[in-house]
């Protein structure tokens, strides 16, 4: 079966860098576009960034635009997610999801990391 | 960028209750509008996409109706096990997601 499972969250201060990984089994990783989308404490969901199945399209968020960088390994079936200047505002549990349906329909989600941003 | 405009943000109905919840688009999208449940703690879960279609597995109580600019939700019985946070999402330019819609047993 599909699995999404996202690592790489913890709490970092203000202007640091992360990175978050999302480790796909159970379908064909490189067949399909990748997508984060994250969700401050208490609030709604935000989509982040694409990338496509090959890698060669991404796309972002304006509030992560020039700050994220989303990238992906096929040969071992990663989606990674490079934060750097990172604000409090990004706090939030971020997610890797899928569409194998079309490529914004997400019929699979992580579980999520989250990644607090305090000093 | 388009907006999507999800209403209410909350709700109180009884178990039996026929709940509807609407998304209105900043833009026409077509018919490129999914809704998603997201229970406390838990990832999303598609119920509906393409504004109408059931999401496999999801049980038939749920349905989507709309095109252009504004859709529906409905819950045709609420259950208990419906309890949760409703999301509209369009995909017709970059993904954007409406505010949610939090439901509750009155």
């Known amino acids: 079966q599909v699995q999404l499972v996202e690592s790489g969250g913890g709490v970092v201060q203000p202007g640091r860098s992360l990175r978050l990984s999302c480790a796909a089994s159970g379908f064909t990783f490189s067949g399909y576009a990748m997508h984060w989308v994250r969700q401050a404490p208490g609030k709604g969901l935000e989509w982040v960034a694409l990338i496509s199945y090959d890698g060669g399209t991404k796309y972002y968020a304006d509030s992560v635009k020039g700050r994220f960088t989303i990238s992906r390994d096929s040969s071992n079936n990663t989606l990674y997610l490079q934060m750097t200047s990172l604000r409090a505002g990004d706090t939030a549990l971020y997610y890797c999801a899928t569409g194998t349906t079309a490529m914004a329909i997400f019929d699979y989600w992580g579980q999520g990391t989250l990644v607090t941003v305090s000093s | ?106």
């Open chain 2, 1 to 106: 960028d388009i907006q999507m405009t999800q209403s209410p943000s909350s709700l109180s109905a009884s178990v039996g209750d026929r709940v509807t919840i609407t998304c209105q688009a900043s833009r026409d999208i077509t018919n490129f509008l999914n809704w998603y449940q997201q229970k406390p703690g838990k990832a999303p879960k598609l119920l509906i996409y393409d504004a109408s279609n059931l999401e496999a597995g999801a049980p038939s109580r749920f349905s989507g109706s709309g095109s252009g600019t504004d859709f529906t939700f409905t819950i045709s019985s609420l259950q208990p096990e419906d309890i949760a946070t409703y999301y509209c999402q369009q995909y017709d330019n970059l993904p954007s997601f409406g505010g949610g819609t939090k439901v509750e047993i009155k």
